[in-house]
């Protein structure tokens, strides 16, 4: 055997037995996992829908990058508004992962020496890694679980409802460690600092600084070798059987302690859609039901995700539904959801095979749910971006308005009102005076039918069109596109809406005729390149008319103007921006967060000299929807309005002007300045018309 200073293996418990206990124990745990981890997989395979994998290549890409930064880098939890719950999450992760890591390397120096008279190569530096272990493993979860109860008894942030659950696991936790320092502590008050031990060595012990310190304390009040032998024995045996009553809780309650499993899972099961895209229903033809009713109509990664959440209370505190006071949270509709499928699945499963299930007890969209909720939703993805673990909340929540919309007929009536006028007059704007070409008279803009070889399609947009702000925005885009030499041309009246309003409130089948109309108009067009100013129309035939087999280079108009004023072709001068002051932007929600562009807009801005630019307090990746998202443009709200908050944080920022990007944004700050009274002094206008007064 070779000879290595530091922990002596099994010291005080005896070997074999306890030995072999420790290896008993280890596959008994693992087996109890793995029963559980079964039982819910099973659960979840309750589910009927089929799961949008995509490439496993792929998947296993995007999983490892997220691991990268969301596991390692902890970038999923470390934010700049979650900046103390980050830090805390890393401190406990990463404290009790280096301490499993040392067991570990201890399991391996031993059974690799005792068995295969073999050297592991760690067992060279078993005492600088003493320190590592000591250290970073235990000093760091020591630190991470004091914040946690800190923040959890202390702080007490509103969004956590869970404090018995995690008293439990805190618990643990606290035991486990506490419990492996005073093992520590043992054992060095009992042979490294003891001059009659032939383990003795001072200069050993203070590279356990956390031990040594707990040693020194016992010694110093006057604790006998015996009785720290028998103390370390009965500790060691203490820490063991705290470790399996925690895999046991664990196991049996399916806990926060488990979504150290199931999290990685759901990020290697996630969505590779686009985030802006919502899953197609498929051929209809072939659907015997439409959207979700039971959890028999959900896809089983879904339902996966369901026990991926934490209840961390991240995207409820991201949710501008429940800040103004809607009944949707974003985390008890997965609660919800979770609780739906534990209640179910069981009767799903004892169901023999070819009978048919019964009837639930309670309605998974009405009773677990319910209508308000699913109709509360901006489909922001506000509650995406904060989540950590990946879940797709708006994916559940459109399911759902698909059964209400298309098997119960009960979507609310400005919203119902809004899909009849696009199935009868190809747009939501009812009662408008104005036509699809309305906008173009005394501006010579050619059409398709009259130019089909033109470089460029210009989307208007039924708000472009239809809408007298949307009409002032689509002017300007033109006559910006104009003085830039675009050859470029609209389709007029052979433009029908996108069907992006009847996709979120749950109309799935007349999305697809309207997406089919205009992907039948773009291929008699042969049409590649595709300009707009909504951002709406922009995400819907960039990332969902693929799934309808229209593929096209599909840019939003910042994006696309941002290159003409880097390229030259465009030159702003300070003199043409008129009355516009100081001026801030927003980042519209299907712009920004949905598809990642931050940058356009503001570069837009930096180019046009003389603007006196200022960030609103929550922007890009935090900015707060305008209220008109997930077809709540057409639906009446009640309580505090969407809107006026977030025209609230445009006043507070003390600029004059509020610079948007999109037609409905622009219509809710309308609303939203004038029910707050400042339209003498504050303005929203979009960005591009801005440009095309600083280029005249």
Sequence with gaps: MYDFAGRTDFWNIGYPFAGALVYLVAPIALASIAYALRRRWRFWHTAGADADLGPTGDRWKAFLALVAVGLIAHRQFVRKRDLYPGIMHFAIFWGFSILLIATTIAALEFNAEKYLNWVWPTAHARIPLGFTWDVLGGGLAAVGLLMAVWRRYVIRPGRLNTALDDAVVLGFLFALLISGFLIEGFRIAATEL?????????????????????????????????????????????HAGVFVSAIVYASARFSRLTHMIVSPMNWYYRTLRPRGALKSMGDFETLETFGAKDIIDLPWTQMLSFDACT??????????AWASGK????????????????????????????????????????????????????TCAACLDACPVEINHIDSIVDMRRYLTLEEASTPETAMSAMQSIEQRGHPWRGTTLTRTSWMDGLEIPTLAEKPDSEVLFWVGCSGALVQRGVDTTRSMASVLKKAGIDFAVLGDEETCTGDPARRLGNEYLFQVQA????????????????????????TMKNEYPQLSGNYEVIHYTAFVGELLKEGKLKPTEAGIGKIGTVTYHDSCYLGRH????????????????????????????????????????????????????TDQFLETGADTLAVSCPFCIQMFDEGITAKGVEDGKQAVDLITILDQATE
């Excluded at 010694?219 to 009785?227: K, N």
């Excluded at 509709?333 to 309670?362: C, F, H, N, S």
């Design 194 to 238: 003891n001059p009659a031990s032939s383990f003795y060595d001072p200069s050993v012990a203070r590279w356990s600084p956390i031990g040594w310190i707990v040693a020194k304390t016992l010694l110093g009040i006057g604790i006998g070798t015996g009785a720290l032998e028998t103390l370390h024995a009965t500790t060691w045996w203490l």
């Design 595 to 646: 598809n990642g562009e931050f940058g356009a807009p503001r570069e837009v801005i930096s180019a046009i000299p003389g603007l006196d630019f200022v960030e609103m307090d929550r922007n890009q990746e935090k900015a707060f929807c305008c209220g008109a998202g997930g077809g709540r443009m057409w639906m009446e709200e009640e309580g505090e309005r969407v809107n006026h908050m977030r």
């Design 516 to 539: 089919e109309t205009n992907i039948a108009t773009f291929t008699q067009y042969d049409v590649k390149k595709i300009i707009t100013t909504c951002p709406h129309c922009f995400n």
């Design 311 to 320: 209840n961390c209370g991240r995207c409820q505190d991201a949710c501008p």
């Design 327 to 378: 009944p949707l949270s974003p985390r008890a509709l997965i609660q919800g959801m979770r609780g739906y499928m534990e209640e179910r699945a069981p009767v799903l499963l004892g169901t023999p095979a070819g009978e048919t299930p019964p009837e639930p007890a309670t309605s998974m969209v009405h009773d677990a749910i319910g209508d308000d909720v699913l109709w509360s939703c901006l």
